[in-house]
């Protein structure tokens, strides 16, 4: 019933950008926080932006300045507006949600997280 569902990742070249988008539904309750997450071929996967339940976000030092996240008023659509990219960007995104109230997006557990897509591709290249 409820669904996570990114789109917008591609192949980029170093310096481009690329907009994520990930649309839930089938939500019975609403969405409190929202997180963009990635992880690259042998690595372990690591929060990159997050949205709390008061709206403030999150960054990773790595992308701070770089990237964007926002969402919808009804918080049904998480956004992650990527610029300047990097090959070391190259991975994959997840997006998650939580109905969890005045939850704080950065601090929250994987199961807290209790909403995830199945992720979209993004490469840098050189």
């Known amino acids: 019933q409820v669904q996570l569902v990114e789109s917008g990742g591609g192949s980029v070249q170093a310096g481009g950008s690329l907009t994520l988008s990930c649309v839930a539904s089938?939500?019975?309750?609403?969405?409190?926080?929202m997180g963009w997450f990635r992880q690259a071929p042998g690595k372990e996967r690591e929060t990159v932006a997050a949205i709390d339940s008061d709206g403030s976000t999150t960054y990773a030092d790595s992308v701070k300045g770089r990237f964007s996240v926002s969402q919808d008023n009804n918080k049904n659509t998480l956004y992650l507006q990527m610029n300047s990219l990097k090959p070391e960007d190259t991975a994959l995104y997840y997006c998650?949600?939580?109905?969890?109230?005045?939850?704080?997006?950065?601090?929250?557990?994987?199961?807290?997280?209790?909403?995830w897509g199945q992720g979209t591709q993004v490469t840098v290249s050189s």
């Open positions: 089938g939500f019975t309750y609403r969405v409190y926080c």
């Open positions: 998650a949600a939580s109905s969890l109230p005045r939850c704080r997006g950065w601090s929250l557990t994987s199961d807290e997280y209790n909403y």
